[in-house]
């Protein structure tokens, strides 16, 4: 059984930093790719970075890009989202998603976590 578990998140000032975790289990991380999403109220889910489970190839939406870092620990099965420089827009739940390829698009992805809170406060 595949599972996903998000913890670290919380709440903090603008300009302020959280780090994310997500433990996979079930699946070796390193035969796919981890990515962590996010949905504030009212709004769609988004991509926010991905990273690939063999090569640790980063990719990020434009709108975090230079601010937040994703990092991944195969002997923990574990991807980290490292995020700096917070704003208020950054507030949302973060869900971490696996798959065995890769895409933004969030029906590419069978497994996810719970998520876990973010909010930002101005």
């Known amino acids: 059984q595949v599972q996903l578990v998000e913890s670290g998140g919380g709440l903090v000032e603008t300009g302020g930093s959280l780090t994310l975790s997500c433990v996979l289990s079930g699946r070796a991380m390193r035969g796919g790719f981890m990515n962590w999403f996010r949905q504030a109220p009212e709004k769609e889910r988004e991509f926010v970075s991905g990273i690939a489970g063999t090569t640790g190839s980063p990719i990020y939406a434009d709108s975090v890009k230079g601010r937040f870092t994703i990092s991944r620990d195969n002997a923990k099965n574990t991807v980290y989202l490292q995020m700096n420089s917070l704003k208020p827009e950054d507030t949302a739940v973060y869900y971490c998603?696996?798959?065995?390829?890769?895409?933004?698009?969030?029906?590419?992805?069978?497994?996810w976590g719970q998520g876990t809170q973010v909010t930002v406060s101005s």
């Open positions: 998603a696996y798959g065995s390829t890769w895409s933004r698009n969030q029906r590419t992805y069978d497994y």
